[in-house]
């Protein structure tokens, strides 16, 4: 059974960084695609950045030259630092897997079946 926790969410002003954590178990993160995906109150859940199993990288057009996905095999952990943080990327931020590459090609919600309980993401201005 898939499980992800995510951790590293928190408080800072516009400018400031995180790093966010997805501890996965039940499976080895390299046999997975990951993702991390945002959520405001009253939008759409939207993918930010994806980490194949091959080691190939995309990111939203928004978050791009600021964010950087990662995983570690060793400690079957992703993670997500965010740099330069702005107002608008406050959110519940998630971590996803599948064992497909569907969300390589199409970072959507519907393209992953696992999911952790997330972690919020608040940034003031």
């Known amino acids: 059974q898939v499980q992800l926790v995510e951790s590293g969410g928190g408080s800072v002003q516009a400018g400031g960084s995180l790093r966010l954590s997805c501890a996965s178990s039940g499976y080895t993160v390299n046999t997975y695609l990951m993702a991390w995906f945002r959520q405001s109150p009253g939008k759409e859940r939207e993918g930010v950045a994806v980490?194949?199993?091959?080691?190939?990288?995309r990111y939203a057009d928004s978050v791009k030259g600021r964010f950087t996905i990662s995983r570690d095999n060793a400690k079957n952990t992703l993670y997500l630092q965010m740099n330069n943080l702005q107002p608008e990327d406050s959110a519940m931020y998630y971590c996803?897997?599948?064992?497909?590459?569907?969300?390589?090609?199409?970072?959507?919600?519907?393209?992953?079946?696992?999911w952790g309980q997330g972690t919020q993401v608040t940034v003031s201005s």
């Open positions: 980490n194949s199993r091959f080691g190939r990288l």
């Open positions: 996803a897997a599948d064992r497909s590459e569907n969300g390589y090609y199409n970072l959507a919600q519907r393209n992953f079946s696992a």
